[in-house]
């Protein structure tokens, strides 16, 4: 889809500390499209990646529309009375973005119901409310592949977020195909708790490295653990959800690019049109929410060329990351030869696969 050129007039930052929407000069026919965001526009990669679709909203539609957001929102209690006061404020169409306000934003939808709502990763629906998400779980693939030739030491270390069927999969992905690559790898696991909390994740990535990780994957927000692993140095890391390309071209060798910007266009162009319906989207490499980042030079050629031909059998159909066969952690049977995992397993996981030596927490 083709931008038009930047307009940032229409934005307004909401501040966290005030709590309160502050709207634009705004004209009665602009449709008010709002965010709320767990963590910092600035954070280099969950939010930032999210600020970046709104941008394009802004782009796209200029006069149209106007877009209101707020920054670091607690899940809980702080994201309701932020979603309800969007609402009262007037936005036509709300787009809260992490999986702790789904039960903040049913409640608030329900409220209001002549407002659109939109959650990311959730799984509640009304007839007001969508979901929407990304197959992060094939980028973890590709991931897992790299790590798994590129460790030196066959431990690659993961910051785990929470322990959610988002994050479990992802784990699950990147283990089973650093295991193919090879069979001597071990994954290393520290939940952080947190989606986005920089000391705690460097915290982490320095532990994972002093267990013997050359490689770090990451399932939390912030450019920390890369700045961790380029103080150690020798030590392989991968964007999480944005290119995080200044580091780049190591220890950042490659990323996981969340790209809502299409998403976002067209459920706002839903809303103008008044066609605008409750649905469940959860797309992956081939439709183009899910990216990945430059391989950069110090991947070698032959892992490069690997990598990028299994990104081109994934976004084809003709490789599914959970395909087996395939065995739980506990050795029961999951997958058989060439069956692949349906979407319901896969929204609910909350099982390791075999060979992981780690617990879930509970």
Do not use: C
Request: net charge negative; glycine share 10%.
């Amino acid at each position: 889809m083709t931008l038009k050129t930047l307009l940032t007039g229409a934005t307004v930052a909401l501040g966290l500390a005030a709590g309160a929407v502050t709207p634009a000069l705004a004209q009665d026919d602009k449709t008010k499209v709002g965010f709320i965001y767990v963590g910092p526009i600035g954070d280099g990669g969950w939010t930032y990646e999210h600020n970046q679709g709104r941008l394009a909203l802004e782009e796209h539609f200029g006069d149209q529309v106007e877009t209101i957001y707020q920054e670091s929102v607690p899940e809980g209690a702080d994201a309701t009375r932020a979603i309800t006061q969007m609402a009262l404020n007037g936005a036509d169409l709300i787009f809260t973005t992490s999986f702790g306000y789904m039960d903040a934003t049913v409640a608030v939808a329900e409220k209001f119901p002549d407002v659109k709502f939109e959650h990311a990763t959730g799984y509640k629906t009304a007839p007001n409310l969508s979901t929407y998400s990304a197959r992060f779980y094939e980028g973890r693939a590709i991931q897992g592949h790299i790590a798994g030739k590129m460790t030196k030491s066959n431990i690659v270390g993961y910051i785990a977020s929470y322990p959610i069927p988002e994050v479990i999969r992802g784990i699950n992905s990147a283990f089973i195909h650093a295991r193919k690559a090879n069979p001597d790898v071990e994954f290393k696991i520290i939940w952080a708790y947190t989606w986005f909390d920089p000391a705690k994740e460097a915290d982490a990535a320095t532990a994972l490295i002093e267990q013997g990780a050359d490689v770090i994957l990451q399932h939390t927000d912030s450019t920390a653990p890369q700045a961790a692993a380029e103080k150690a140095g020798g030590v392989v890391t991968f964007g999480q959800a944005s290119d995080m390309a200044e580091y780049k071209p190591f220890p950042r060798v490659s990323s996981i690019i969340d790209n809502w910007k299409p998403y976002y266009i067209a459920r706002t162009q839903a809303v103008i049109d008044g066609t605008w319906e409750s649905q469940q989207v959860w797309d992956g490499i081939g439709p183009g929410m899910v990216g990945i980042g430059e391989i950069t030079d110090a991947v070698p050629a032959e892992v490069k060329e690997e990598a990028l031909a299994l990104k081109d059998a994934i976004a084809s159909g003709d490789h599914h990351p959970f395909t087996g066969p395939l065995k739980k952690q506990d050795g029961s049977d999951w997958l058989a030869e060439g069956e692949t995992a349906d979407d319901g397993t896969l929204l609910g996981m909350d099982f390791y696969v075999e060979g992981l030596d780690a617990e879930i927490p509970q």
